[in-house]
């Protein structure tokens, strides 16, 4: 029997599906999968209507199989044969993290679907969706309803419940693109858990697989056509947004005339937005066939639902491919960058200066910006820093929790050396006081025996005002506070730099 090498490490800076499995990119493009980073999960989600809308049929079969499973959830729920036992095996699932989506802070591990989440599926089927798979004003059934009528059931939890119930399609899908493409060495033989649901035993069925190794697990790809970034095509936030037009345009005028006298009768004769947005949930509970005209809306828009998250996913290859990338190229061209040592203070200012230069001198700084706006969540920045400490012998922890809340990194050497490290943006309405109180509370709490602040400004305006808050603290000369400079009107054009 010939030896499986599993991936474990890779060349400094090397961090997505096609680099560390030697894959060319272009046959990973014309496969139809995202290039996934092995990194960090990508804030990138399965999105179930992109099977219901699809003319594909093995897309349209995994839809009706989802629903399937649902109706055999909602028949379990309303004969009362759920016990806690049943819960477990049925209603709750361990995230699918081998995809590498969602919103993991660090690696790919995040919650799944508990028990909280099950016994709320659980409630749901019994009460308000009792007739769930049997509707009569949609053209079909939807897994995202269980996320419309409260908060708590978000994109997260559509994308991994759809994950878990198309496993078994991404696994093939998967392994016929690593029999081909992937070397042999790199590829191993799992055995997978709750692969599909076997109707005659009521049990989840394991599965063998042949798939990529990466650091003792499998790694699965997945369809671009299947993801969107930010909210799935039926999504609870633009329900809200909307309750007072679907009730409007509801068909029965004894129905609307109710629908308004209670979402009015709850409001002050000057409403803030809290109580508005509060009434609209009330409002939806009482009123659940609100939730049924809002999917038919989405259903009849549904032909734009592809073209919209094709336009999102290309957007999410741009920033967290294409660019990130780019940045590593210029980084390691320039320096010996994915090299440096010294001590975690030093290392970790050292890396934000070489970060600082690439950005402010030689183009970094498009990485930031997207249409010609720049970006507005430091999510972003905290990437491409984690990004640039990949391949390091330094152990750097990304949203560390010591009881004080979460710092953005812990760089250490050993127990008793670290340098905390905190990113911002100069918009930030809380700057003042996460400059002047966050870090310190962080390095105190973790024993680490430094802390860096970055800031990212857009422009001169921004500039302006962080300089101020520096000089009322008295740290604008502190060699712990850098300033990363991302304007675009000060930067050479690239055919001048």
């Given at each position: 029997?010939?030896?499986?090498?599993?991936?474990?490490?890779?060349?400094?800076?090397?961090?997505?599906?096609?680099?560390?499995?030697?894959?060319?990119?272009?046959?990973?493009?014309?496969?139809?999968?995202?290039?996934?980073?092995?990194?960090?999960?990508?804030?990138?989600?399965?999105?179930?209507?992109?099977?219901?809308?699809?003319?594909?049929?093995?897309?349209?079969?995994?839809?009706?199989?989802?629903?399937?499973?649902?109706?055999?959830?909602?028949?379990?729920?309303?004969?009362?044969?759920?016990?806690?036992?049943?819960?477990?095996?049925?209603?709750?699932?361990?995230?699918?993290?081998?995809?590498?989506?969602?919103?993991?802070?660090?690696?790919?591990?995040?919650?799944?679907?508990?028990?909280?989440?099950?016994?709320?599926?659980?409630?749901?089927?019994?009460?308000?969706?009792?007739?769930?798979?049997?509707?009569?004003?949609?053209?079909?059934?939807?897994?995202?309803?269980?996320?419309?009528?409260?908060?708590?059931?978000?994109?997260?939890?559509?994308?991994?419940?759809?994950?878990?119930?198309?496993?078994?399609?991404?696994?093939?899908?998967?392994?016929?693109?690593?029999?081909?493409?992937?070397?042999?060495?790199?590829?191993?033989?799992?055995?997978?858990?709750?692969?599909?649901?076997?109707?005659?035993?009521?049990?989840?069925?394991?599965?063998?697989?042949?798939?990529?190794?990466?650091?003792?697990?499998?790694?699965?790809?997945?369809?671009?056509?299947?993801?969107?970034?930010?909210?799935?095509?039926?999504?609870?936030?633009?329900?809200?947004?909307?309750?007072?037009?679907?009730?409007?345009?509801?068909?029965?005028?004894?129905?609307?005339?109710?629908?308004?006298?209670?979402?009015?009768?709850?409001?002050?004769?000057?409403?803030?937005?809290?109580?508005?947005?509060?009434?609209?949930?009330?409002?939806?509970?009482?009123?659940?066939?609100?939730?049924?005209?809002?999917?038919?809306?989405?259903?009849?828009?549904?032909?734009?639902?592809?073209?919209?998250?094709?336009?999102?996913?290309?957007?999410?290859?741009?920033?967290?491919?294409?660019?990130?990338?780019?940045?590593?190229?210029?980084?390691?061209?320039?320096?010996?960058?994915?090299?440096?040592?010294?001590?975690?203070?030093?290392?970790?200012?050292?890396?934000?200066?070489?970060?600082?230069?690439?950005?402010?001198?030689?183009?970094?700084?498009?990485?930031?910006?997207?249409d010609g706006k720049p970006i507005n969540r430091e999510d972003h920045l905290h990437l491409l820093y984690r990004l640039t400490w990949f391949g390091t012998s330094l152990d750097v922890n990304r949203e560390v929790n010591n009881g004080r809340g979460p710092a953005d990194y812990k760089?250490?050497?050993?127990?008793?050396?670290?340098?905390?490290?905190?990113?911002?943006?100069?918009?930030?309405?809380?700057?003042?006081?996460?400059?002047?109180?966050?870090?310190?509370?962080?390095?105190?709490?973790?024993?680490?025996?430094?802390?860096?602040?970055?800031?990212?400004?857009?422009?001169?305006?921004?500039?302006?005002?962080?300089?101020?808050?520096?000089?009322?603290?008295?740290?604008?000369?502190?060699?712990?506070?850098?300033?990363?400079?991302?304007?675009?009107?000060?930067?050479?054009?690239?055919?001048?730099?």
């Amino acid at each position: 029997m010939s030896a499986v090498t599993t991936v474990t490490s890779q060349a400094a800076g090397v961090v997505h599906f096609s680099e560390i499995f030697g894959v060319d990119s272009d046959a990973l493009d014309a496969y139809g999968a995202f290039d996934i980073s092995l990194i960090n999960d990508l804030p990138l989600f399965v999105d179930p209507f992109l099977l219901f809308t699809s003319d594909k049929p093995d897309y349209q079969r995994l839809h009706a199989e989802i629903i399937r499973y649902l109706k055999f959830l909602r028949d379990r729920s309303v004969a009362g044969e759920v016990d806690d036992g049943l819960l477990d095996a049925w209603f709750t699932f361990r995230e699918v993290r081998q995809n590498w989506f969602g919103f993991s802070k660090v690696g790919n591990g995040g919650s799944g679907l508990g028990e909280e989440f099950g016994r709320a599926l659980n409630r749901s089927l019994n009460s308000i969706f009792r007739s769930f798979g049997d509707e009569t004003v949609t053209n079909g059934s939807h897994l995202e309803k269980l996320c419309l009528i409260k908060d708590g059931v978000g994109r997260d939890n559509i994308s991994d419940f759809t994950t878990t119930l198309i496993k078994e399609f991404l696994l093939d899908y998967t392994q016929t693109f690593a029999r081909t493409y992937v070397a042999p060495e790199h590829r191993r033989v799992f055995n997978v858990e709750k692969v599909r649901f076997d109707y005659d035993t009521r049990s989840w069925v394991r599965g063998k697989y042949e798939l990529p190794a990466y650091h003792c697990d499998f790694v699965l790809l997945t369809p671009k056509d299947l993801l969107t970034k930010d909210e799935i095509w039926i999504n609870r936030p633009e329900l809200l947004g909307r309750v007072e037009e679907i009730a409007e345009a509801l068909p029965n005028q004894t129905l609307r005339a109710q629908v308004s006298q209670y979402f009015h009768g709850q409001l002050s004769k000057k409403p803030t937005d809290e109580e508005v947005r509060t009434a609209r949930a009330a409002t939806l509970e009482r009123f659940p066939e609100l939730i049924e005209h809002y999917i038919r809306s989405k259903e009849d828009t549904g032909d734009q639902a592809e073209s919209v998250s094709t336009q999102k996913v290309r957007w999410a290859e741009t920033a967290f491919i294409d660019d990130i990338k780019a940045l590593r190229k210029k980084l390691a061209d320039w320096t010996a960058f994915y090299e440096t040592e010294g001590s975690t203070l030093e290392e970790a200012r050292e890396r934000v200066l070489f970060l600082k230069d690439v950005i402010e001198n030689k183009d970094g700084y498009r990485v930031f910006y997207h249409d010609g706006k720049p970006i507005n969540r430091e999510d972003h920045l905290h990437l491409l820093y984690r990004l640039t400490w990949f391949g390091t012998s330094l152990d750097v922890n990304r949203e560390v929790n010591n009881g004080r809340g979460p710092a953005d990194y812990k760089v250490s050497r050993g127990a008793r050396s670290g340098t905390i490290v905190e990113f911002k943006l100069a918009s930030n309405s809380k700057l003042k006081q996460n400059l002047e109180k966050q870090a310190e509370i962080y390095q105190r709490a973790s024993d680490a025996p430094h802390a860096l602040k970055v800031i990212l400004y857009f422009t001169e305006r921004e500039h302006d005002r962080v300089s101020a808050i520096l000089g009322e603290l008295k740290i604008a000369d502190s060699p712990d506070v850098l300033l990363i400079d991302a304007r675009r009107d000060n930067k050479p054009s690239a055919s001048n730099a």
